[in-house]
């Protein structure tokens, strides 16, 4: 899943295609990279954002998605919060929705989504971006976000969400510390069992690689974004969301021809 931000405040490449023909340009790369699907987000979630209007979003993201989905055969996922997004974006074309509040944002939420009908992902966070790194504390971080997920999973399914549309996120770097972060990680594999459900994992470029490798800016954290893709890999992610898409489809291929190798 490549990442094509419509934003000029995101914490990676805030900015860089902040207009329409810009992020669409990106996009036709990332494409051309290797890219399965692509993620589209007109609104910033890194820790400290501030939210933007409906309409704000509305102006970012749309005009990205009808001019890619004329010409491009892979699927769109809309990276919103707000059902009123989801629904235009999928009316022009998109196929997944992806919110990282998991269908807690607003109250039609959840049955916008079951209106909808596409695959839909629900991510663990804890607070709202603009507060979710102000000391967060687990007490065992990977049974609650279990817990979490299998929440909203069945509230999803409630309101009439088919289990099989429905694909889960750990929230790497979403209220959580680095201790946190790592746990979750490594308990990827359990998350998936515990839950029944296909899972995307997102650490591309995030934070805690700097904290393990100090003064790692986020144009510097290929290594530990390919390190955290292979590892979720290993452990049965179905989606892996990435700024550097070609990087990572090689080292996917790599580590699948290892993997696949006759012994």
């Known amino acids: 899943m490549g990442i094509v931000n419509v934003t000029p405040d995101s914490f990676s490449d805030g900015g860089h295609h902040a207009t329409p023909d810009q992020a669409i340009a990106h996009a036709r790369a990332l494409i051309h990279d290797g890219a399965d699907i692509l993620d589209i987000g007109g ?17 970012r993201v749309m005009p990205v998605i009808k001019g890619l989905c004329q010409n491009i055969s892979i699927p769109i996922s809309i990276d919103t919060r707000r059902p009123e997004i989801a629904r235009a974006a999928i009316k022009a074309g998109a196929q997944i929705w992806n919110d990282v509040s998991a269908l807690r944002a607003s109250p039609a939420s959840l ?25 967060p504390h687990y007490t065992d971080v990977v049974a609650e976000v279990i ?35 790592l746990a979750l990680m490594q308990a990827l594999g359990r998350i998936i069992e515990k839950t029944g459900q296909r899972l995307l994992f997102g650490a591309s470029r995030k934070r805690f690689i700097e904290m393990l490798d100090p003064g790692a800016s986020p144009d510097n954290r290929l290594g530990g974004s390919l390190a955290s893709a292979l590892w979720s890999a290993q452990a049965g992610t179905h989606m892996i969301r990435v700024h550097d ?17 006759a012994p």
Request: aromatic share 4%; hydrophobic share 40%; charged share 25%.
């Open 245 to 261: 898409v070609k990087e990572t489809v090689q080292a996917l291929r790599v580590w699948q021809a290892i993997k696949d190798a």
């Open 43 to 59: 609104e910033s979630t890194r820790p400290g954002a501030s939210p933007v209007s409906l309409q704000e979003e509305m102006d």
């Open 111 to 135: 049955q916008t989504a079951a209106d909808l009908n596409v695959p839909v992902v629900l991510m663990h966070m804890r607070g709202e971006p603009g507060t979710m790194q102000d000391q």
């Open 147 to 181: 817990a979490f997920l299998r929440e909203r999973v069945q509230a999803a399914i409630t309101a009439g969400v088919q289990k099989e549309n429905i694909i889960i996120d750990p929230g790497i770097g979403f209220g959580k510390r680095l201790q946190d972060n």
